[in-house]
């Protein structure tokens, strides 16, 4: 099993910064992949926001690409998402994601909302 603990979210004006943390404990070894994914308000689906392998290769959604930055802490079991020029649309519950095959373990969520 894999605990995920996500922090870092809250309220920020359009255009402002946040930084969102997510840390790993438990049976982390074989973790090869780690991300973000977000649920915006009266969605269904989660979209897959920005991802980092355990060798560094990432990906970002076309929205937040030049916006956003994933990184890992590999010593500290923690993945990051820095989030700059934020926009009202970028609202939504994130959630950090770690990929240890055949299983996705998900954290809990935290609320970002971007006031316009």
């Known amino acids: 099993q894999v605990q995920l603990v996500e922090s870092g979210g809250g309220l920020v004006q359009a255009g402002g910064s946040l930084r969102l943390s997510c840390a790993a404990s438990g049976s982390i070894f074989s973790i090869y992949a780690m991300g973000w994914y977000r649920q915006a308000p009266g969605k269904q689906q989660r979209e897959l926001v920005a991802a980092i392998t355990s060798g560094g290769r990432t990906n970002y959604a076309d929205s937040v690409l030049g916006r956003f930055t994933i990184s890992r802490d590999n010593a500290k079991n923690t993945v990051y998402l820095q989030m700059n020029s934020l926009k009202p649309e970028d609202t939504a519950v994130y959630y950090c994601?770690?990929?240890?095959?055949?299983?996705?373990?998900w954290g809990q969520g935290t609320q970002v909302t971007v006031s316009s």
């Open positions: 994601t770690a990929k240890k095959w055949p299983t996705t373990y």
